[in-house]
Nanobody
Framework: VQLQASGGGSVQAGDSLRLSCTAS????????MGWFRQAPGKEREFVAA????????SYADSVKGRFTISRDIARGTVYPQMNSLKPEDTGNYYC?????????????????WGQGTQVTVSS
């Protein structure tokens, strides 16, 4: 499975962006999907994930209330809607997929990765 992330860009603080991640083949309810980000000089960190069976979605504390993740199973696409963006949200955003329906906030739990899309938020 190949994942293609898009939707990044340069915005001002307080603006919104919607990223998308499309799989090369249709993902199913058996595949949890997640988003991670990495800022220069920092480790990759969990942002949000969506799955089936149990909690529908999970968010990092730093984005709760501002980001919403959703998915279109038929299109094989996952969308994180990012509102009220802050400069600390700047980074390269990666989508990832698991061969499991369960959500995880660990990068090591994901089997497939996209190439990343850059988000830059200026103050």
């Amino acid at each position: 499975v190949q994942l293609q992330a898009s939707g990044g860009g340069s915005v001002q603080a307080g603006d919104s962006l919607r990223l998308s991640c499309t799989a090369s083949r249709r993902t199913s309810s058996n595949n949890a999907m997640g988003w991670f980000r990495q800022a220069p000089g920092k480790e990759r960190e969990f942002v949000a994930a969506i799955g089936w069976g149990g909690p529908a979605a999970s968010y990092a504390d730093s984005v709760k209330g501002r980001f919403t993740i959703s998915r279109d199973i038929a299109r094989g696409t996952v969308y994180p809607q990012m509102n009220s963006l802050k400069p600390e949200d700047t980074g390269n955003y990666y989508c990832a997929g698991r061969r499991s329906a369960a959500i995880s906030n660990l990068a090591s739990a994901y089997n497939y990765w996209g190439q990343g899309t850059q988000v830059t938020v200026s103050s």
